[in-house]
């Protein structure tokens, strides 16, 4: 809250109460008659008799004027009660009563109601292909793998699950909803604990502690939700007590400084930004300068969005990587790849290119409320190896969190 405008003299400050409530005008004064002048005395004139009395009949003297009430005093209405403090704000905290603490929305929960769709889309699929079935036959397995396709978990692994089942199924060993779930989970989940740590970078404490600033480069197409992950992204990291600075090197969309500026204000995060066509190496130099004057403990690069056949935009991030080792050893320490979940299939195809041209650490998968296909997370872990950083799920700035395998399986089954 800001303060109110204050004027220094000496050590001392003059404070103008500008927020004081109104003083009551006084009231006015009763009206009062006037006094009545003092008795005149006749005057007594020497040697002349005084003449007889002589009897006069008082005229009648008017009645009393009757007395002036006062106006009536009008009382100011009293100022409003003061909004009741805090805990933190009261000098005697002991006579306030703390509110209830409210419980935060856990992990798990969040994960749950971000795969909603997914959930709702392969677990009620799943349980109409064994309703009411005594055995599994092939036709039920024939569903079933329509049901995971469906769901965007992948052809290869979809095969993988269907042959398990079926062994499974001729060895008597499965007959229920519930044994087909946990072997589904159990394939699910082990393809992405497998994918976390095959290659890339599945932690920012791989990277030693003295590294700074810590370089993070975010690439993508357009539309998939980059710049917004910039901004949660910046503020999940400032959260944590780290210095972060955004350095805005896609200066070919005209939008895109001013987006990012936005995302930026809310954080509370400096941004590096030059006008429109400026190479975006000369932006990354300049910002990477600053990191080190700063002492920054993180910079989040953003790039241009490209497609993998645009060979000039690719040979551009090839020159910004080198523009970063030069002034930061072993930078940039992360390439995070920006993934809509909403495309689907569309999404591991572009994964899959720029991994062809571009030495990718991660990905990161937006949307992922949005959408009924949730699998691709799977497909892409299971045909690219690479760990999932992230993963959006939500539009509040505080729904983009750390993926977690265990987390998002148990949010499709449970």
Known sequence: MGLFWKRKSGSDFISLNLNAPPEPEPAPAPATPPPAPPPVAEPVIAGVPEAEPVARVAAPSPPPAPPVQPPPVVQPPPPPSPAPFTPSQ???PQAIEKPEPVESETFLNRFRRAVTKTRENLTERIEDVVKGKKQIDARTLDELEEALIGADIGVQTTMEIIEDVRRQVDRKALS???QLKRVIKRHLLDILEKAAHARGVASENAVPDDVRPYVMMIVGVNGVGKTTTIGKLAQRIKADDN????CAADTFR???????????ERA???LIQQKQGTDPAAVLFDSLKAAKARNSDVLIVDTAGRLHNKANLMAELEKMKRVAAKEVPGAPHETLLVVDAVTGQNGLSQAREFMKTSDITGLVLTKLDGTAKGGIAVAIAKEL???IRYCGIGEKADDLVAFDPQAYVDGLFE
Do not use: E, K, M, R
């Open 254 to 264: 005209a939008a895109a400084s001013d987006q990012l500026a936005i995302w930026a």
């Open 90 to 92: 009261s000098a005697y």
């Open 243 to 246: 210095d972060v600075l955004i």
């Open 385 to 387: 190896n690479l760990p």
């Open 268 to 270: 509370g995060v400096p």
């Open 176 to 178: 229920d909803t519930d």
